[in-house]
């Protein structure tokens, strides 16, 4: 589930999935500011740091949003949003498309056990 939040008139956008590209057994964490996806970072990493830039009010400004993986991965991710290194946000992300990567890793499961047998 997408977590949104408004800042200084800016509709700010976070969101960790499963990712397609990784056949999920990774995740994409993205951040997007008025729509437009602005940091994005994806892989096995325990820890991901997404970094990207943006304008408000004619200056640059350095986004973080860095998730860290823990027990509960299935449920919720902590996280921690930053502007120009400074705390804008933090709380947990609701990992998505648990469904999706449970099904391809049962089929892939299955794919490997009649290859075997095949053998």
Known sequence: MTKTLEWEGHNIEMRIFFSPRFL???TDTTLAVDGKR???KGG???TETATGWFNHKGKEIRS???V???RSVFTKIPYVLRFNGLPVSAGKLKLEGLAAAVVVWLSVAGLL???ALAI
């Open 24 to 26: 999920m057994i990774a």
């Open 38 to 40: 602005v940091a994005r």
């Open 44 to 46: 096995l990493g325990i």
């Open 64 to 66: 973080e949003l860095q």
């Open 68 to 70: 860290r993986g823990n």
């Open 113 to 115: 056990v009649l290859l």
